[in-house]
């Protein structure tokens, strides 16, 4: 049996689209990693989580007794965290004001400082820092040259601040972040930080199978309109998407999407996660997760420490299944067998 990736779930489904002024409430940190810890397949269960550093489940201000608390209850469920995600949109952008950037930077700044500390603690072996751009795309549409540029900048002042607390940052490949929001206009935004040894890409396979589909940016769609999702052509534009992106990318997201495109709340187009085994998931998961693991000869990269689960805007209701966190369980645990170590 294979011992890397090591299997993780992300935190922030509990968060994301819920809370106060949503339709359910957020679900609690405790009661995220009690779910994932009671999952267990055929003696296999989940080795960490990813965590979201926004309230109600980790403060970004958080102090250093609260940080060792963090630790010892991800550590009573013999848990590790790998990638953290910085709370960069709430009152800063990569694009915008000078105070907006300068609130961007400073989050990922307190991203790194728990990182870090939760590194030292003994709690966090690997892993990176998650950012985007927190841009729309009809901002960044109204000057792509400037806002790329821009961007491009604020990313390279995160990154001065990632490489002196040790720390590595992921953009992540989202369709609604501009600048981020195509896969060309990814690698542009990629190619002009240039900083390669510190900012890499996060593939999310839910999210980057939209990148196929040219969704906010037409011109650089792979597949024609109309595509019929005929396995063979599906597996070519995924061979020319992780070509151009594999080379980037430092964390990976394991992910189904049945490639429907809805709007939500600030997000320009976006799609959103399906269950692993939703009928109408257009990715057979541990196949097409070869793409990003795997080089062109099909040889393992061996990048990747450890894979996430990343299923937002799943009811509460599901979320509370066992079979749901069984069920992901099982993916990520084919997806290991098949292309891992």
Same mark, same amino acid.
């Given at each position: 049996m ?8 992300a935190?922030?489904?509990?968060l ?10 957020a679900i609690?940190? $405790? ?26 489940h980790?403060?970004?201000d958080?102090d ?7 630790? %010892?209850?991800v550590q009573?469920?013999?848990f590790?965290v790998?990638s ?6 709430? $009152?800063?952008?990569?694009?915008? !004001?000078?105070?907006?950037?300068d609130?961007?930077?400073?989050a ?17 072996p ?6 985007? !751009?927190a841009?729309g795309?009809?901002a960044?549409n109204?000057n792509?040259?400037?806002g790329?540029?821009?961007i ?13 607390y ?7 490949? %989202? ?15 990629l %190619? ?11 593939? $999310? ?22 595509f019929?999702? %005929?396995?063979?052509?599906? $597996?070519?534009?995924l ?28 997000h ?6 399906c ?5 109408n998931?257009?990715l ?9 693991l ?12 450890h ?8 009811p ?8 749901t ?12 067998e098949q292309h891992?170590?």
């Open positions: 294979n011992q890397f990736p090591k299997l993780h779930n935190m922030w489904p509990g994301v689209g819920k809370g106060p002024d949503a339709e359910e409430p609690d940190l $405790d009661t995220m990693l009690r779910l994932t810890a009671e999952a267990e397949v055929g003696g296999v269960k989940f080795d960490g989580v990813d965590l979201f550093l926004y309230n109600p980790t403060d970004i958080i250093d007794d609260g940080l060792k608390d963090l630790a %010892e209850r009573k469920y013999n590790v790998g953290v995600v910085a709370p960069v949109w709430f $009152d800063g952008a990569a694009m915008g !004001s000078q105070q907006q950037r609130n961007f930077v400073a990922v700044g307190k991203a790194c400082r728990i990182a870090t500390r939760l590194r030292e603690l003994g709690v966090r690997y892993g990176v820092v998650r950012i985007d !751009s841009t795309v009809g960044w109204e792509p040259v400037e790329t540029k821009q491009a900048e604020t990313f390279r002042r995160a990154a001065d601040i990632a490489e002196d040790g720390e590595r940052l992921a953009a992540e490949g %989202e369709i609604c972040w501009g600048g981020m929001h195509s896969w060309r206009a990814m690698i542009d935004l %190619e002009q930080v240039g900083r390669p040894q510190t900012l890499g890409f996060q593939a $999310d396979m839910a999210h980057t199978l939209l990148y196929l589909l040219g969704y906010n940016a037409p011109q650089d769609r792979i597949v024609p309109e109309n019929n999702w %005929e396995p063979a052509a599906l $597996d070519e534009a061979q020319t998407l992780t070509a151009a992106l594999r080379p980037w990318t430092i964390d990976f997201h394991v992910a189904q999407n049945d490639a429907t495109v809805k709007g939500s709340g600030s320009d187009k976006t799609g959103r996660h269950l692993a085994d939703d009928p998931g257009k057979d998961i541990p196949h097409h997760a070869g793409f990003w795997r080089d062109d000869q099909g040889n393992l990269t061996k990048t990747i420490q894979i996430c689960w990343d299923g937002c805007m799943f509460n209701e599901v979320m509370g299944q066992p079979s966190w069984n069920n992901i369980l099982a993916a990520m645990q084919a997806v290991r891992g170590w």
